[in-house]
């Protein structure tokens, strides 16, 4: 043991008097010598120890009899009580993550430069089956043949081509020629031009070909062509 070293008897002597101390006992001695045999020097002499109580904590388990009881308001906080006392809002994990992943899917990504989910409006409806039927609109372009399998993109955006100076009489269109969509321009070239009405005739005269009405018709032209 080294020198000056407390014994476990003498540690317990000292805790002991502390402890009576606190509960407001009163101590047989204000000098207390302690002895240590083992030690070189053959008395350590400690006088007038005493150990400053402070302030004593609260427990938070209070004792009635055989009964043990906790003290609900040292439990929280005054932050955590003022919490308690208002109403609460509890989401779901799982709607929580349901409602990010469809926010995810509301763009296209940033690869594809955030484009938003396409909105089929009914203007877009008719737009798009004019694109699937752009091959009779000019006779003398050519496009690629459709299968019928394409579908409508999941996100696209619509916007308006803006002419740069530079071709304010090579490229530009003017005002009354703009629409608002891609049918109002077709039918404007169509009231001018007459050819899907013209188209729209031929194929009515050749379906009716061979029928009654062809018959009657054509006699009623041979009838005129006799009296003239």
Sequence with gaps: MEPDELSDEQIDQLLHDAEARLRGYTTKESVTSI??????????SVSGLRLKSGTVV??????NGDVAKADAYRLLDDHQRQLSSKIRRIEDPASLKKTFIEARKETAGSDWFNLPRTNFTPDLKR???LLKLRSVLDPRRHYKKDNGSAKAPEFSQVGTIIEGPSEFFSARIQNRDRKRTLVEEV???EASSGRFKSKYNEVQSARTSGKKAYYKALKAKRNRAIRS
């Design 35 to 44: 002895s240590n045999p083992n030690a070189k020097h053959a008395r350590v």
């Design 187 to 189: 039918m404007v070239g």
């Design 127 to 129: 737009d798009l089956q």
């Design 58 to 63: 609260r427990p938070y388990v209070i004792v």
